[in-house]
Structures are given as structure tokens and as C-alpha cells.
């Protein structure tokens, strides 16, 4: 079975995220007012071939912790569901 995976990668709380700064800088400029605490991440979507979702879970987990996000400075949530169901 094919399972689609999305996974949401974000620096790492209490990390430093020059981006999410400027975004929170830049908002505020435009006079958006009341966003805060911005941070700035991926978003990765991938199909992936295994026989339930909680095998899907684990090779797209393997596949963060190897590849798709920095251990040290990045965290990951991952989200499974049929291909095809979106």
C-alpha cells in the first residue's frame, strides 16, 4: 500500500531562527500586528510504499533522522494517511 506523508520540519525551540525573526520583523512593518514568536521551517510531502501507516511512520522518521532534518537543531512532525484519500 501507498501511504502519503507529510512531514513539518521547524527549528528547534530556544534555537536561534534569523529567519523567523525577519518574517516577525517584517510583519510588524506592514503593521500585521499581534504575530509573534514566528518561525520559519519545510514542509516535505512524499508518498511511501509499506504494508500499514505505522510502517510508514517509521521509514519517513528514519528518513528525517538520516536526511530531511538536522538532529541537532531542527524537530519533526510527521503525518500518514492513504495515498490518494487528500
Not at 506523508?5 to 525551540?13: C, K, S
Not at 510504499?49 to 538536522?70: H, T, V, W
Amino acid at each position: 500500500m501507498t501511504w502519503r506523508v507529510r512531514v513539518r520540519i521547524l527549528p528547534r525551540t530556544g534555537l536561534l531562527d534569523p529567519e523567523g525573526q525577519a518574517v516577525e520583523q517584517a510583519l510588524a512593518a506592514l503593521r500585521f500586528t499581534g504575530a509573534s514568536n514566528v518561525h520559519v521551517g519545510k514542509a516535505i510531502a512524499l508518498d511511501v510504499a509499506a504494508p500499514n501507516a505505522d510502517e510508514a511512520r517509521a521509514k519517513a522518521r528514519a528518513m528525517c533522522e538520516q536526511l530531511l532534518a538536522n538532529p541537532v537543531t531542527e524537530d519533526f512532525d510527521i503525518d500518514v494517511e492513504p495515498a490518494g484519500s487528500a
